[in-house]
């Protein structure tokens, strides 16, 4: 197991990869999303991700679902003080119920403790940008929340490299909670973004980065190779239209190499890639069986080398 990484300057230990809940009242059921976790636990992993609005796309299901598994995990197990929960706020969750309204906030925050069945969030991230409240709003809305104990530290998600740094500088000027991790997407196939725009922000301000769909939504672990493949999960369709075309398949090739001279998988690969590069804390990634999970445990100690790294670069950029 590689050494713990602090999120952003919070203080905050996590080991260097998170599980994404959003498969927890989606593809997984919550007997097995309870197998799950008492497996990641149970090897060492501490970092758990979800958000309020996980998995209100599914008919049925109105958000809530992911925090509501979480939280009776939480009970039944004891396991609270062994787990990082970090969940997120802003995304729509029925009418009036979006964005980063101080008033809202106050209302998220008190739903997602009592799904979760705890008394703090570890790490409550803003969901969205919301260009229509004023920063200094939403920040001294998270300010009183980190006051009463409630949050312990804060993070952003789907931000522009200019939008954090102007929330940062508002933290600074201020004195207000700064926003200590950005999970952005990227992985082996989507980097442009993050890389350019976002990355220089996080390393000059000593932001950490917990990046999702760290698997390009599963395709990065070699199961989606042919447009038939599709069929194989509840994504996969998406999964095959985006990333199936003459990069995502030299992607693939470079990882089957690498995986291949360590004894490993592709997941694995892709995973401690992104662990080997600069800026990142931890990947998010999510499993639904326990045969995943492992394959997912195993990446962390994973030691790629610089031509590993460099074939990587050269497939992938």
């Not at 997602?112 to 790490?123: A, N, V």
């Not at 104990?149 to 000027?173: C, M, P, W, Y």
């Not at 194989?232 to 239209?241: C, D, I, Q």
């Not at 999970?293 to 790629?304: C, P, T």
Request: proline share 4%.
């Amino acid at each position: 197991m590689i050494s713990s990484r602090s999120l952003g300057r919070s203080g905050i230990q996590v080991v260097p990869l998170a599980f994404g809940g959003n498969v927890f009242g989606w593809t997984v059921d919550e007997a097995q999303s309870f197998r799950l976790l008492d497996a990641w636990v149970d090897a060492g992993f501490n970092l758990i991700d979800t958000a309020d609005m996980y998995s209100n796309w599914v008919p049925g299901n109105q958000g809530g679902d992911s925090e509501t598994i979480i939280g009776n995990w939480l009970k039944a197990s004891g396991k609270r003080d062994q787990v990082v929960i970090a969940t997120k706020v802003g995304k729509p969750m029925g009418p009036g119920k979006q964005g980063l309204k101080p008033g809202y906030i106050r209302q998220a925050v008190e739903a997602s403790l009592k799904r979760l069945r705890t008394d703090r969030i570890d790490l409550y991230q803003s969901h969205d940008d919301d260009a229509d409240t004023p920063l200094e709003d939403t920040l001294g809305a998270f300010a009183d929340l980190i006051r009463e104990g409630k949050v312990r530290a804060i993070g952003a998600s789907n931000h522009t490299g200019a939008r954090l740094k102007e929330a940062l500088d508002v933290s600074q000027r201020q004195g207000l909670p700064r926003y200590e991790t950005l999970q952005p997407l990227y992985n082996l196939y989507d980097r442009e973004a993050f890389e350019s725009d976002l990355l220089p922000v996080c390393q000059a301000h000593g932001v950490g980065v917990l990046t999702f769909y760290a698997l390009a939504a599963g395709f990065l672990s070699g199961k989606y190779r042919r447009p038939e493949d599709a069929a194989k999960s509840a994504r996969g369709k998406g999964t095959v239209a985006k990333y199936l075309n003459p990069r995502g398949l030299a992607i693939l090739a470079a990882l089957d190499e690498v995986a291949l001279r360590h004894g490993s998988t592709p997941a694995q690969v892709a995973i401690a890639w992104q662990l080997g590069m600069p800026g990142i804390t931890a990947p998010i990634a999510s499993a639904t069986s326990l045969d995943q999970l492992n394959d997912l445990v195993a990446a962390v100690s994973l030691q790629l080398d610089a031509a590993d790294m460099q074939r990587l670069d050269q497939a992938s950029r």
